[in-house]
């Protein structure tokens, strides 16, 4: 069992960035696809980007130059680096995992992973 928890959410202006933490806890976490997923009132939610046990990356194409995925294995810590952020950016975000070790095409199918965090908001005003 994977437990998760994001934090370095809040409130910025556009244009600004910020840096979200996951920190993940359980057996065998550092074998899982793990992912950045987002969700903004009256909308679907939406994958971003995903990290799996190799390090390799796959990001949305329309937030690929602007956000960034990484992990710390030593921290036990996903992060999701944001940089010109834009209103539109504004969401709850969720970081998820799913006991695969490579992730797949499937990557943004929020329905495939099996664990969640409990989220934490971004506003960009």
Not at 43 to 70: L, N, P
Not at 79 to 91: G, R, V
Not at 93 to 119: D, F, H, K, M, P
Request: proline share 2%; hydrophobic share 35%; aromatic share 10%.
């Amino acid at each position: 069992h994977v437990q998760l928890v994001e934090s370095g959410g809040g409130s910025v202006q556009a244009g600004g960035s910020l840096r979200l933490s996951c920190v993940a806890s359980g057996a065998n976490y550092r074998r899982n696809c793990m992912g950045w997923f987002r969700q903004a009132p009256g909308k679907a939610r939406e994958g971003i980007a995903v990290i799996d046990s190799d390090g390799d990356t796959a990001y949305a194409e329309s937030m690929k130059d602007r956000f960034t995925i990484s992990k710390d294995n030593a921290k036990n810590t996903l992060y999701l680096q944001m940089s010109s952020l834009k209103p539109e950016d504004t969401a709850m975000y969720y970081c998820a995992a799913v006991n695969i070790a490579l992730c797949g095409s499937w990557w943004s199918v929020g329905s495939r992973y099996n664990y969640w965090g409990q989220g934490t908001q971004v506003t960009v005003s």
